[in-house]
């Protein structure tokens, strides 16, 4: 698939059918992910991979909708600040490389035939509980991961004009 259609096909799929994604295809959007860029190579994330099946309400208290727990798989992305770089203001770049390997695995998925909804609104302290995530790691953002059932909705987005702006030094 051309990177433009990867683009173009990506949607926020709420509906997953139960078929095991392989575990080639998890390792291919996996690898994606890691080759994502942070800032000075520094790599301050971790990747969790989660099977769902009869975890599905315990999941759940993490993010309650339905569908968060349908693909057989959940991708939660952690940032870990004290390995991360810092710019010299002291802005710290780790949830910024978090988010970042988030997004080349969500497009590296859907060039695989696989569906994603990035989901932020989670609650962070059940999920520390939940999947034993160690105080050094942010839970940065979750992913169902699987075959999406159904189709994409149209998106629409806004013009460039309204969202891009060039310095124009005179």
């Not at 990177?3 to 078929?19: A, G, H, L, N, T």
């Not at 993490?62 to 870990?80: D, G, N």
């Not at 302290?125 to 979750?142: G, H, M, Q, S, Y």
Request: aromatic share 8%.
């Amino acid at each position: 698939m051309e990177f433009s259609e990867v683009i173009e096909k990506r949607y926020s799929v709420r509906s997953y059918r139960s078929d095991p994604v392989p575990d080639e295809v998890l390792s291919q959007v996996l690898e994606a992910a890691i080759m994502a860029p942070t800032a000075a190579n520094r790599q301050p994330f971790r990747i969790l991979v989660i099977h769902t099946e009869d975890r599905e309400e315990e999941l759940r208290q993490i993010y309650p909708s339905a569908w968060f727990t349908q693909a057989p798989l959940l991708i939660c992305i952690c940032s870990v600040k004290d390995k991360a770089w810092k710019r010299h203001d002291g802005k710290n770049y780790a949830d910024v490389d978090a988010a970042i390997v988030m997004d080349h695995l969500i497009l590296a998925a859907v060039n695989a035939g696989l569906g994603t909804c990035w989901v932020a609104a989670f609650d962070v302290p059940t999920a520390r509980r939940v999947l034993n995530i160690p105080d050094e790691w942010e839970p940065v953002a979750f992913t169902p991961l699987g075959f999406a059932e159904g189709y994409a909705r149209t998106k629409t987005r806004r013009p460039l004009s309204d969202l891009v702006v060039h310095d124009r030094r005179q």
